[in-house]
């Protein structure tokens, strides 16, 4: 398994496996095992990608998963619920400051394909993208829809997140889970 930063020749293969795990492309039943809560396309993979990058996981020429990275203080338009947890980061606490005084990039979405689930590679993305955004940012921040519990128990359990306060965008609740890049 390679995990490198994206190409332009991946954003299809990326944008292929985020459509087959957005929730509205998936049964109440593939939900439990997690979803995407936004779409993307080519223009704004390569857009992601050119300010801080996506990495992907690739299993020979087929695309494993892939991990967004994205800086908390890129302009818009980003997605509402991106910018509803950022409106938060002044009240969030984590390692005794507050999420504002600090060097913050926003985590996600991730997603590992239905054929390379429970194989680590989200702990593989995960270990990587620490490595990658290190020199320049001391926390990543994502959110996770509460209709997400999968979703929530991978970052929490699983990658060992902290959850913070949770927030709320519309009508939906989301848990605000974040990691130190220094370890």
């Known amino acids: 398994m390679e995990i490198r930063r994206a190409t332009p020749e991946?954003?299809?293969?990326?944008?292929?496996?985020?459509?087959?795990?957005?929730a509205d492309n998936l049964s109440?039943?593939?939900r439990l095992q997690g979803f995407i809560v936004s779409a993307m396309d080519t223009q704004k993979v390569a857009a992601i990608n050119q300010a801080?990058?996506?990495?992907?996981?690739?299993?020979?020429?087929?695309?494993?998963?892939f991990l967004c990275m994205a800086p908390s203080d890129a302009?818009?338009?980003r997605h509402p619920v991106v910018d509803a947890m950022l409106q938060t980061f002044p009240e969030q606490q984590f390692g005794g400051?507050?999420?504002?005084?600090?060097r913050v990039f926003v985590y996600g979405p991730v997603c590992v394909g239905k054929a390379w689930r429970g194989q680590g590679i989200a702990k593989k993305l995960f270990v990587a993208v620490k490595e990658f955004t290190r020199p320049s940012y001391e926390v990543g921040?994502?959110?996770?829809?509460?209709?997400?519990?999968?979703s929530l128990a991978v970052h929490v359990e699983g990658l060992k997140m902290t959850a913070l306060t949770p927030f709320k965008h519309e009508q939906n609740r989301y848990q605000?889970?974040?990691?130190?890049?220094?370890?």
Request: without cysteine; proline residues 7%.
């Open 141 to 150: 921040a994502a959110f996770v829809d509460d209709r997400n519990p999968h």
């Open 176 to 183: 605000l889970v974040v990691f130190s890049t220094a370890g």
């Open 28 to 30: 109440e039943e593939e």
């Open 52 to 65: 801080l990058g996506i990495l992907v996981a690739m299993d020979g020429e087929r695309l494993a998963g």
């Open 75 to 77: 302009p818009p338009p």
């Open 97 to 102: 400051k507050t999420l504002q005084q600090q």
């Open 10 to 22: 991946d954003y299809e293969k990326i944008i292929a496996l985020q459509l087959e795990n957005t």
